[in-house]
């Protein structure tokens, strides 16, 4: 009797446990990500911000900083558009740097949006770390490890809202360092929820050059304009029907 009772209360806790406490698995908690994503990348058709690069270097040639504002406009699917706004500081800094970080963006191989689109099952080792309440948001936190190691993929931490399944932050370093010149680089990419929406808000990297000193850039992305893929048919709708009355009021 005690055997059949033991057996009917695991019975019951397991299905406690898939149906009412939404204990999922970090494979399962991914995927969830990528279906979500998935839908709000669709329901989006376009965005901006006025982004400002920040750029600090100290080592064996002394102090040289780098600052631009940067305005980036997106058209879905994959379309970016940079137009620099201001800069000042090293020139060098400014040019070699920060517009080749542009330019990586703009094929799609540095932007942190890439971070969070290559994660996935197939692609990682995915591990439940624990639970964590990031700006009043609760979240699962997932450690993150490549499958395979490359210079455009990482390792580190993952938080993931329990709301709807948005990236809220990665915490890490590259797999592999993407030049010779550069030694260790740890990186914090923070997004924040807008609407239905989650986008970058802040990314901050170090980097330890191996012929001496250290490099800090950031990036804050600003206020962002959204458009989603119902108003731009909203707003040819109503110009469609404002050309109709002005047909119509002329006719008369």
Partial sequence: ?????????????????????????????????????????????????????????????????????????????????????????????????LRKLMEGEQEGALEANRLRSMLSPANDFLKLAGDDRLNGVDAWVLEVRPREENRFNYKGRVWIS????????????????PTWLMGSS????????????????????????????EIRLSVVYGTYRIVTVAEPELRASRAGEAGLSGSAARLQ
């Fill in 1 to 97: 009797m005690r055997g059949w009772a033991w057996l009917l209360a695991a019975g019951m806790f397991a299905w406690g446990q898939a149906g009412w406490g939404q204990v999922l698995s970090a494979d399962e908690i991914v995927l969830r990500v990528m279906q979500h994503d998935a839908a709000r990348r669709a329901s989006l058709a376009e965005y901006g911000s006025e982004r400002t690069y920040r750029m600090e270097y100290k080592g064996p040639i002394g102090e040289r900083q780098a600052l631009m504002r940067v305005r980036m406009d997106f058209s879905s699917p994959d379309t970016k558009r940079f137009t620099v706004v201001s800069e000042s500081g090293s020139t060098i800094f400014c040019h070699q740097v």
């Fill in 162 to 177: 329990k709301d709807d399944y948005g990236v809220m932050r990665i915490v890490g370093s590259p797999a592999k360092t």
């Fill in 186 to 213: 740890t990186f914090d990419y923070r997004y924040a929820r807008i609407g239905q929406f989650w986008l970058p808000e802040r990314n901050d990297t170090v980097s330890h050059l191996r012929i001496g000193g």
